[in-house]
Nanobody, 119 residues
Framework: QVQLVESGGGLVQAGGSLILSCAGSGSIFQSNRMGWYRQAPGKQRELVATITSAGSTNYAGSVKARFTISRDNAKNTVYLQMNSLKPEDTAAYYC?????????????WGQGTQVTVSL
């Protein structure tokens, strides 16, 4: 059974930093594109950042220059370093990954981790 398990969320003051981690487990043959999305109360889920297996990155305009996505292919893990956090960054953050097993390839989601930024 393939799973994505996130960690690292929490409460932080504006201007602070957090690191989110998302580790894939199970019979993963290869991790392809990985990324982070977020959803604030009453809003749609939105893309935060993605990274390909080769290391190419893409960021939402609202987080560019503040957030950094990275990955460890050997561990099927993706990270999100979040600096200069703002109250508007408050949301549930979800990890997403396109993972290949011996049997299939598909998109998987983590359970979400809450990030709350206070004034």
């Amino acid at each position: 059974q393939v799973q994505l398990v996130e960690s690292g969320g929490g409460l932080v003051q504006a201007g602070g930093s957090l690191i989110l981690s998302c580790a894939g487990s199970g019979s993963i043959f290869q991790s392809n594109r990985m990324g982070w999305y977020r959803q604030a109360p009453g809003k749609q889920r939105e893309l935060v950042a993605t990274i390909t297996s080769a290391g190419s990155t893409n960021y939402a305009g609202s987080v560019k220059a503040r957030f950094t996505i990275s990955r460890d292919n050997a561990k099927n893990t993706v990270y999100l370093q979040m600096n200069s956090l703002k109250p508007e960054d408050t949301a549930a953050y979800y990890c997403n990954a396109n993972l290949a097993t011996i049997a299939t390839t598909g998109d998987y989601w983590g359970q979400g981790t809450q990030v709350t930024v206070s004034l």
